[in-house]
């Protein structure tokens, strides 16, 4: 794992992304020990006061409230809950189905050519029309918002490590395990699966991230979790009206979405550079 860490890159971005993802954590475990109020309390009397360092704020609203008059560091923190629950939770449904379907394709051939047709179907869409198009006929909800994310994004997993197998499905190990007897279900879920853990972490990392802006997209056009749950994607939504006399309401949580996609895929490419021996050497 040391090696991992130990390019030039990985030193000068690695510490700055676990940094934002411990904080982001730590806000979404913590977030109501953490919120200084309820996310849903309205106050119409504190409508669009701005953040703390502008004429006309409020006490204790440090970053200002929004149109029905809600602590907007309040929801930013509750909303931290919504994006790591959504991106680790389809991460997981995706990666464990990716896997399985990867591993079947890379080892039986006729079901490979069944397998991969079906991944070159499903990639002639963009992911997040197809998406859209799931959640606009099964209906929205953070359930229904995992399921869809999850089942939309085994592609990648299964293509790779498709291809992983396929290149070590004839190695001395595998001939070996194979002679004395040892049964298929064995042979890829204990010889072959931990031997191509590498490119499956990359994938997931990634993938955490791409669920993070799938579920605040879709909640940006109101198909993602309720209204009335406090998401960075529903903020962006209810903010987009008010950009020119309140664009504190959209910014905090956009800036709030870059900074987590950011630190997620700069930790995926430390990961993929310290498992290349040749980017260790840069």
Do not use: C
Not at 158 to 182: H, M, N, P, Q, Y
Not at 238 to 252: R, T
Request: glycine share 10%.
């Amino acid at each position: 794992m040391k090696k991992l860490w130990s390019g030039k890159k990985a030193n000068g971005y690695a510490g700055f992304a676990i940094f934002i993802l411990v904080f982001f954590l730590i806000m979404a475990v913590a977030a109501p020990k953490l919120a200084p109020h309820d996310p849903n309390m309205q106050n119409l009397l504190l409508r669009f006061k701005p953040p703390f360092w502008l004429s006309g704020s409020e006490p204790g609203y440090w970053l200002g409230a929004d149109h029905l008059g809600r602590d907007l560091l309040s929801r930013i923190i509750y909303g931290s809950q919504i994006s790591m629950l959504v991106g680790i939770a389809a991460m997981f449904v995706s990666g464990v189905l990716g896997t399985i379907i990867g591993l079947l394709s890379g080892y039986y051939n006729a079901l490979d050519h069944v397998t991969m047709r079906i991944a070159d179907i499903q990639l002639a869409f963009p992911t997040i029309l197809l998406a859209l198009a799931i959640v606009a006929v099964i209906g929205g909800g953070l359930n229904n918002l995992i399921f869809v994310l999850g089942i939309t994004g085994w592609v990648p997993y299964a293509r790779v490590i498709r291809s992983e197998v396929l290149s070590i499905r004839s190695s001395d190990f595998v001939v070996a395990a194979r002679t004395i007897g040892v049964s298929d279900f064995r042979l890829l879920f204990r010889h072959i699966l931990p031997n191509i853990v590498a490119p499956v972490v990359t994938i997931a990392t990634f993938q955490v991230a791409s669920a993070i802006i799938a579920e605040s997209s879709l909640s940006f056009l109101g198909l993602g979790v309720p209204v009335d749950v406090p998401s960075w994607g529903n903020m962006l939504n209810q903010g987009q009206l008010y950009m020119e006399s309140a664009w504190w309401i959209s910014v905090f949580p956009g800036i709030s979405i870059m900074l987590i996609v950011l630190a997620i895929n700069i930790l995926g490419d430390t990961w993929r550079d310290g498992m290349n021996p040749k980017a260790r050497k840069r």
